[in-house]
């Protein structure tokens, strides 16, 4: 496979931007797959029989091995790796309530992970056994420990960390604000001296990928003033890349410059500050000593150099360990996992121990994932008298809504026709597009059974509830100038008011929206349009319209977090409009205000130290550029019902769950094995391992895709517990024909069958 | 009864459920998030919620270990909370027993559901007294009556003498449990609440029967008490009014933050 180009006009090749929004989608969404581990290891189902650790309601069943690392000498620290569904984080969660029965303090454990939510498993054996009493488990990842740390301690260490305001406190940066201001600081940078002019693509991807080198410089060990250099030695370009990288380079630097002149902490700033200052302080360094006596890392393979010198140090540090590494695994590379660092830390254990049969998988789904493995990379292979066939079903088809309704068939065969639980379902492609999932949900509907999917890219600002406050936002601020569009107005009304409908709205709006003001509903002449609009319609529009210029005739709060829920409180939650009693609507909202609010306070603080910011339309413009609003857990968290999971490949792989069921779509689909398009960064150049002065080549591309797919293909047969559909359409949902490495390992295998069934070896 | 079973009952979502159950059915169980205002004026309110937490963090920022004068540089921004760091810097730690835990949190199950309380300190001396300390920015002291009757009050020491062996040594006699309100806006001023075996019998009960009438309620029903609905932000679904005035209010951290916590290491290219 060739090199990925870095070319001049991306954004001109129709097919290359799509792939470019859907890989774009399919990051956002990985990042926060994370966070559904936390409902979906609830239901992951225990299939081991044996013994029974603890007495009394502490109860887990445990296999023999799992029970043996339970109830090792609390004075141990131990290495446990195996494969996926081994029953690794079941002996893990023994082990801690073995801890726990011994009389040691919940509150001197830790649980560490790449991830709050694979602790999961850990937390939820705790609640779910009633009869515990006593403090509480601690769960700390790198960037919970180190923003906890450096507010702590922030006071002994921001003078010799550089910062210029010692005294002051730290602002710690949103996602939203390190996007706000690297646009002030870089934007001006970019526009004067031409940077970045021979990359085309979207400004803000360009900015994120600095971010992204920067958190790659923390979270790896090497000065930001490196990022260049490291780059350039192993991606030779030529002359006008070397610019571009040079190019990031200054602006990363300007930005940090600033970060620390304004006492302003991204996630690398906070992750360099915590490694280079805090970690070192006595203080810091007693307090974590005292806190936390007994360790259990889990999926440590997932975490980054930053977290495995952390881990390194607690183990020298604590009285017992236990370290859980998953094998072929290592999916978070694009945040930072390095798998082959994290195995230096068997050497500060005592005791190595090994899982390597699947508790889940079986025979035939073992034998599929090896022989799919295999056909890309060797070593990943199984035995040649492996079966893979009965645990694979496969249709081809020439369009692919007809694949997608295919899959939708077959799930309707599996929950209606022979009663399996729409949970035991997941629904995977690399990437899930709108038209995908749309399809798929309608499918699905159509067939009364339900479904769900995340889509946590989905900008907030797209959402029905944020649209209209966002609009209501401009009309009641008319000093911003920033007026919204007839349509717009014409959405807003429609939803904050209850029973209307777009055709009246715009009806409404087209006769009453003028020079950026609503008038009364009284202003409509024509009695017959009245009766069309309803009266009663007309008085809840009235009380909006009175609302809203009541406001502006009264005293505007910049704070836009407050707008939206006065307005919230006092006009679109009450009865007869279209957010009472509405939860999507009240959880947008409540995002929203989050938003805006963090979005103030940062730039509150700045206030003292330089002027010119007007919080709200400053907010409003950053909607426009379409910066995405924080996500939150709790929303993730409240989905957990019985549903067929429709999502990306990597954001079920990452929830560590199994199924009984998967079905993978679109497995032509280039997207499965190919690296994200990144012209101002690498994730393997930048990590611990790559050597210096080492050239990134074509054949290191080409191996990264195979080796990165077969593992995928590994991880995912293994978190299956019967049955992989495979669906395939030979012309992909824009209407291209797919050839990717999946489809590739695909005919290979189907093909070797197909020999082993001439030469009489097949077993169907 | 739609609760899960690792539901977890904290001293807020406690009171929410003894002063409303509507409001305790809207929160945790319908899980509807409603932001209207709680209290006006918004800004006010929202200054004194974060003067609150700001002052909680001193004191844990203290307890780690950072010195006091330190700490007191970094208020040259906010006179008033300078004032209260001054108070506590006087009186806070003044005649507490020396072993100190600040914000920690303890659980225990009644009735098989998970209790659990987040102590702002706990000191404690093996075999001697055992106080809770809890800092409260308020502009105003309560009468003891009114402390008593919290249900943060009846938790956190239920809590504590069911769960707090692990630092006490043994299980702790509930006569030697304290729990003191340390009012550092007024100067220092404390409130000291006893306990006692016959109280915690008395309070085991109450939590009892709170529990049952929460888990066997078929419908919630709305407080018959209009003011209780002043800082509830579903007042607009209840049609119970607009919000309350913040002069009435003084129990700014008692309206708690969501807690959540975003792990900065999710972060990496986003579409923005």
């Given at each position: 496979?060739d090199?990925?180009?870095?070319?001049?006009?991306y954004l001109?090749?129709?097919r290359a931007?799509?792939r470019?929004?859907?890989?774009?989608?399919?990051i956002?969404?990985?990042i926060?797959?994370?966070?559904?581990?936390a409902?979906?290891?609830?239901?992951?189902?225990?299939?081991?029989?044996?013994?029974?650790?603890l007495?009394?309601?502490?109860?887990?069943?445990?296999t023999p091995?799992?029970?043996?690392?339970?109830?090792?000498?609390?004075?141990?620290?131990?290495?446990?790796?195996?494969?996926?569904?081994?029953?690794?984080?079941?002996?893990?969660?023994?082990r801690?309530?073995?801890?726990?029965?011994?009389?040691?303090p919940?509150?001197?454990?830790?649980?560490?992970?790449?991830?709050?939510?694979?602790?999961?498993?850990?937390?939820?054996?705790?609640?779910?056994h009633?009869?515990?009493?006593?403090?509480?488990?601690?769960?700390?990842?790198?960037?919970?420990?180190?923003?906890?740390?450096?507010?702590?301690?922030w006071?002994?260490?921001?003078?010799?960390?550089?910062f210029?305001?010692?005294?002051?406190?730290?602002?710690?940066?949103?996602?939203?604000?390190?996007q706000?201001?690297m646009?002030?600081i870089?934007?001006?940078?970019?526009?004067?001296?031409?940077?970045?002019?021979?990359?085309r693509?979207?400004r803000?991807?360009l900015?994120?990928?600095?971010?992204?080198?920067?958190?790659?410089?923390?979270l790896?060990?090497?000065p930001?003033?490196q990022?260049?250099?490291?780059?350039?030695?192993?991606?030779p370009?030529?002359?006008?890349?070397?610019?571009?990288?040079?190019?990031?380079?200054?602006?990363?630097?300007?930005?940090?410059?600033?970060?620390?002149?304004?006492?302003?902490?991204?996630f690398?700033?906070?992750l360099?500050?915590?490694?280079?200052?805090?970690?070192?302080?006595?203080?810091?360094?007693?307090?974590v000593?005292m806190?936390?006596r007994?360790?259990?890392?889990?999926n440590v393979e997932?975490?980054?150099?930053?977290?495995?010198?952390?881990l390194?140090?607690?183990?020298?540090?604590?009285q017992?360990a236990?370290?859980?590494?998953d094998?072929?695994?290592?999916?978070r590379?694009?945040?930072?996992a390095?798998?082959?660092?994290?195995?230096?830390?068997q050497g500060?254990?005592?005791?190595?121990?090994?899982?390597?049969?699947?508790?889940?998988m079986?025979d035939?789904?073992?034998?599929?994932?090896?022989?799919?493995?295999?056909?890309?990379?060797?070593?990943?292979?199984?035995?040649?008298?492996?079966?893979?066939?009965?645990?694979?079903?496969?249709?081809?088809?020439?369009?692919h809504?007809?694949?997608?309704?295919?899959?939708?068939?077959r799930?309707d065969?599996?929950?209606?026709?022979?009663g399996?639980?729409p949970?035991?379902?997941?629904?995977?492609?690399?990437?899930?597009?709108?038209?995908?999932?749309?399809?798929?949900?309608?499918?699905?509907?159509a067939?009364?059974?339900?479904?769900?999917?995340?889509?946590?890219?989905?900008?907030?600002?797209?959402?029905?509830a944020?649209?209209?406050?966002l609009?209501?936002?401009?009309?009641?601020h008319?000093?911003?100038?920033?007026?919204p569009a007839?349509?717009?107005?014409?959405?807003?009304?429609?939803?904050?008011i209850?029973?209307?409908?777009?055709i009246?709205?715009?009806?409404?709006?087209?006769m009453?929206?003028?020079?950026g003001r609503?008038?009364p509903?009284?202003d409509?002449?024509?009695?017959?349009m009245?009766?069309?609009?309803t009266?009663?319609?007309?008085?809840?529009?009235?009380?909006?319209q009175?609302?809203?210029?009541?406001?502006?005739?009264?005293?505007?709060?910049e704070?836009?977090?407050?707008?939206?829920?006065?307005l919230?409180?006092?006009?679109?939650s009450?009865?007869?409009?279209?957010?009472?009693?509405?939860?999507?609507?009240?959880?947008v909202?409540?995002?929203?205000?989050?938003?805006?609010?963090?979005?103030?306070?940062s730039?509150?603080?700045?206030?003292?130290?330089?002027?010119?910011?007007?919080?709200?339309?400053?907010?409003?413009?950053?909607?426009?550029?379409?910066?995405?609003?924080?996500f939150?857990?709790?929303?993730?968290?409240?989905?957990?019902?019985?549903?067929?999971?429709?999502?990306?490949a990597?954001?079920?792989?990452?929830?560590?769950?199994?199924?009984?069921?998967?079905?993978?779509?679109n497995?032509?689909?280039?997207g499965?094995a190919?690296?994200?398009y990144?012209p101002l960064?690498?994730?393997?150049?930048?990590?611990?391992?790559?050597?210096?002065g080492?050239?990134?080549?074509?054949d290191?591309?080409?191996?990264?895709?195979?080796?990165?797919?077969?593992?995928?293909?590994?991880?995912?047969?293994?978190?299956?517990?019967?049955e992989?559909?495979?669906?395939?359409?030979?012309?992909?949902?824009?209407?291209?024909?797919?050839r990717g490495?999946l489809?590739?390992?695909?005919?290979?295998?189907?093909r070797r069958?197909?020999?082993?069934?001439?030469?009489?070896?097949a077993?169907? | 009864?739609?609760?899960?079973d690792?539901f977890?009952?904290?001293?807020g979502?406690?009171q929410d459920?003894?002063?409303?159950?509507?409001r305790f059915?809207l929160?945790?169980?319908?899980?509807?998030?409603?932001p209207?205002?709680e209290?006006?004026?918004?800004?006010?309110?929202?200054?004194?919620?974060?003067?609150?937490?700001?002052?909680?963090?001193l004191?844990?920022q203290h307890?780690?270990?950072?010195?006091?004068?330190t700490?007191?540089?970094?208020?040259?921004?906010?006179?008033?909370l300078?004032?209260?760091?001054?108070t506590?810097?006087?009186?806070?730690?003044?005649?507490?027993?020396?072993?100190?835990q600040?914000?920690?949190?303890?659980?225990?199950y009644?009735a098989?559901?998970?209790?659990?309380?987040?102590?702002?300190?706990?000191?404690?001396?093996?075999?001697?007294?055992?106080?809770?300390?809890?800092?409260?920015?308020?502009r105003?002291?309560?009468?003891?009556?009114?402390?008593?009757s919290?249900?943060?009050?009846?938790?956190?020491?239920?809590v504590?003498?069911?769960?707090?062996?692990h630092?006490?040594?043994?299980?702790?006699?509930?006569?030697?449990?304290?729990?003191?309100?340390?009012?550092?806006?007024?100067?220092?001023?404390r409130?000291?609440?006893?306990?006692?075996?016959?109280?915690?019998?008395k309070?085991?009960?109450?939590?009892l029967?709170?529990?049952?009438?929460?888990e066997?309620?078929?419908?919630?029903?709305?407080?018959?008490?209009?003011?209780?609905?002043?800082?509830?932000?579903?007042?607009?679904?209840?049609?119970?009014?607009?919000?309350?005035?913040?002069?009435?209010?003084d129990?700014?951290?008692?309206?708690?933050e969501e807690?959540?916590?975003?792990?900065f290491?999710?972060i990496a290219?986003?579409?923005?």
């Amino acid at each position: 496979m060739d090199r990925p180009e870095i070319t001049c006009d991306y954004l001109g090749n129709a097919r290359a931007s799509s792939r470019l929004a859907s890989a774009l989608a399919h990051i956002a969404e990985q990042i926060i797959a994370f966070e559904l581990a936390a409902f979906y290891n609830r239901r992951n189902r225990q299939r081991q029989i044996g013994k029974r650790i603890l007495s009394g309601k502490l109860q887990i069943p445990l296999t023999p091995e799992q029970a043996a690392i339970a109830a090792a000498p609390p004075d141990t620290k131990i290495w446990l790796e195996g494969i996926a569904g081994s029953g690794k984080t079941s002996a893990g969660v023994g082990r801690l309530l073995r801890l726990l029965e011994l009389g040691i303090p919940a509150e001197s454990i830790l649980i560490y992970v790449p991830q709050r939510s694979l602790a999961q498993p850990y937390l939820q054996a705790l609640r779910r056994h009633s009869g515990y009493s006593g403090g509480q488990v601690a769960v700390q990842t790198i960037g919970g420990l180190s923003l906890q740390m450096v507010e702590a301690f922030w006071f002994l260490i921001a003078e010799r960390a550089g910062f210029g305001h010692p005294h002051d406190l730290p602002n710690f940066l949103s996602l939203e604000s390190v996007q706000y201001f690297m646009i002030k600081i870089i934007e001006p940078l970019v526009n004067q001296r031409d940077y970045f002019n021979s990359v085309r693509i979207d400004r803000a991807r360009l900015y994120s990928q600095i971010v992204d080198n920067m958190n790659k410089a923390a979270l790896v060990g090497f000065p930001i003033d490196q990022i260049a250099p490291r780059l350039k030695r192993a991606l030779p370009g030529g002359v006008e890349q070397g610019h571009i990288y040079d190019d990031a380079q200054t602006c990363a630097l300007a930005f940090r410059e600033y970060c620390l002149a304004n006492n302003l902490l991204d996630f690398s700033l906070q992750l360099e500050v915590f490694l280079d200052h805090v970690w070192n302080l006595p203080q810091a360094r007693e307090h974590v000593r005292m806190r936390y006596r007994h360790l259990i890392a889990d999926n440590v393979e997932e975490d980054n150099p930053a977290s495995h010198r952390i881990l390194a140090d607690l183990l020298r540090l604590c009285q017992s360990a236990l370290v859980i590494y998953d094998s072929d695994a290592g999916f978070r590379r694009f945040l930072g996992a390095d798998p082959e660092n994290a195995r230096r830390l068997q050497g500060f254990c005592d005791a190595r121990e090994q899982f390597a049969d699947s508790k889940v998988m079986s025979d035939e789904g073992r034998a599929l994932g090896r022989a799919l493995a295999g056909q890309l990379v060797a070593a990943l292979g199984g035995s040649a008298e492996d079966d893979p066939q009965p645990s694979l079903i496969t249709e081809a088809h020439r369009y692919h809504p007809q694949m997608v309704d295919w899959a939708a068939g077959r799930i309707d065969e599996l929950v209606n026709g022979q009663g399996v639980s729409p949970g035991e379902i997941v629904v995977m492609a690399p990437f899930m597009s709108d038209v995908l999932r749309f399809a798929l949900v309608e499918g699905l509907r159509a067939r009364d059974i339900r479904a769900r999917s995340h889509r946590p890219s989905r900008a907030l600002r797209d959402e029905p509830a944020a649209r209209a406050l966002l609009t209501f936002a401009r009309l009641a601020h008319p000093r911003w100038h920033m007026r919204p569009a007839e349509f717009d107005v014409a959405f807003a009304v429609m939803t904050a008011i209850d029973g209307l409908d777009l055709i009246r709205a715009k009806l409404l709006t087209e006769m009453l929206y003028r020079d950026g003001r609503m008038l009364p509903f009284s202003d409509v002449k024509s009695g017959a349009m009245q009766d069309r609009i309803t009266y009663e319609l007309g008085a809840r529009y009235d009380r909006l319209q009175t609302w809203l210029n009541n406001y502006i005739e009264g005293a505007p709060t910049e704070a836009l977090d407050i707008f939206f829920r006065q307005l919230f409180g006092e006009v679109l939650s009450r009865a007869g409009f279209g957010f009472h009693d509405n939860r999507d609507a009240g959880n947008v909202s409540m995002n929203l205000v989050d938003s805006a609010r963090n979005f103030r306070w940062s730039l509150e603080f700045m206030r003292r130290y330089e002027e010119g910011t007007d919080l709200g339309k400053d907010y409003l413009e950053m909607v426009d550029r379409g910066v995405i609003a924080d996500f939150y857990l709790r929303d993730w968290i409240a989905d957990n019902d019985d549903c067929v999971l429709i999502a990306p490949a990597y954001t079920f792989l990452l929830s560590n769950r199994a199924v009984d069921y998967q079905f993978w779509l679109n497995v032509g689909s280039e997207g499965w094995a190919r690296r994200l398009y990144q012209p101002l960064t690498h994730p393997h150049v930048l990590s611990l391992g790559w050597p210096a002065g080492r050239t990134w080549t074509d054949d290191d591309e080409s191996a990264m895709n195979r080796q990165t797919l077969g593992r995928l293909i590994l991880a995912l047969t293994r978190r299956c517990r019967k049955e992989i559909y495979l669906g395939y359409s030979e012309l992909s949902e824009s209407g291209y024909e797919q050839r990717g490495l999946l489809l590739e390992a695909i005919h290979g295998l189907l093909r070797r069958s197909a020999a082993d069934n001439i030469n009489g070896k097949a077993r169907v | 009864m739609n609760l899960p079973d690792d539901f977890a009952f904290t001293q807020g979502s406690l009171q929410d459920a003894a002063d409303c159950l509507r409001r305790f059915e809207l929160r945790y169980i319908k899980r509807l998030r409603y932001p209207a205002v709680e209290a006006a004026p918004a800004l006010q309110f929202e200054r004194r919620t974060r003067q609150g937490a700001r002052f909680h963090k001193l004191v844990q920022q203290h307890l780690l270990g950072l010195p006091a004068e330190t700490l007191a540089r970094s208020l040259h921004d906010d006179p008033e909370l300078a004032t209260w760091w001054e108070t506590f810097r006087r009186t806070g730690l003044a005649g507490l027993p020396e072993q100190r835990q600040a914000e920690i949190t303890l659980q225990t199950y009644l009735a098989g559901r998970r209790l659990t309380a987040k102590y702002d300190l706990l000191a404690l001396d093996a075999g001697g007294e055992a106080v809770i300390v809890d800092w409260k920015t308020w502009r105003r002291v309560p009468a003891q009556s009114y402390l008593e009757s919290r249900l943060q009050t009846v938790l956190y020491r239920y809590v504590l003498a069911k769960a707090g062996a692990h630092l006490y040594g043994a299980q702790i006699p509930p006569e030697k449990i304290r729990m003191v309100y340390c009012f550092v806006a007024r100067g220092g001023e404390r409130l000291s609440i006893d306990y006692s075996a016959e109280q915690l019998r008395k309070d085991e009960d109450y939590l009892l029967n709170l529990i049952a009438e929460i888990e066997g309620a078929e419908q919630f029903t709305l407080t018959e008490d209009e003011s209780l609905c002043r800082f509830c932000t579903y007042r607009s679904l209840c049609e119970r009014g607009g919000a309350g005035p913040l002069d009435l209010l003084d129990e700014d951290d008692e309206l708690e933050e969501e807690d959540f916590v975003l792990d900065f290491d999710q972060i990496a290219e986003i579409e923005f």
